[in-house]
């Protein structure tokens, strides 16, 4: 079993920045691709940015050019740096990355359990 764990959520003012974190933990062999989603009250969870081994770091075009994803495979965990917020931005944001685990042949899909971001004066 794996469990994926988000920090760094919290309140900011319109303007900040925050740096959400996305530690993953358990059995693992390798992870492919880490994603991150968010969900304002009453929307959908919408896909916000995706880094994938090989390929560059896509994102939503409600956050291009303010948000930035990485990874540090070394520590299984996924970093998502937030700079120019707005109140747009407030959400729960959400964790999700496909993993191969030891003695499995596939990769299995996990989410973390989401850190609030709002965004407010």
């Known amino acids: 079993q794996v469990q994926l764990v988000e920090s760094g959520g919290g309140l900011v003012q319109p303007g900040g920045s925050l740096r959400l974190s996305c530690a993953a933990s358990?059995?693992?062999?390798?992870?492919?691709?880490m994603n991150w989603y968010r969900q304002a009250p009453g929307k959908q969870r919408d896909l916000v940015a995706t880094i994938t081994p090989g390929d560059r770091p896509r994102y939503a075009d409600s956050v291009k050019g303010r948000f930035t994803i990485s990874r540090d495979d070394a520590k299984h965990t996924t970093y998502l740096q937030m700079n120019s917020l707005t109140p747009e931005d407030t959400a729960v944001y959400y964790c999700?990355?496909?993993?191969?685990?030891?003695?499995?042949?596939?990769?299995?899909?996990?989410w973390g359990q989401g850190t609030q971001v709002t965004v407010s004066s």
């Open positions: 358990g059995s693992i062999f390798s992870i492919n691709g």
């Open positions: 999700n990355a496909d993993v191969f685990e030891i003695g499995i042949s596939y990769f299995r899909n996990y």
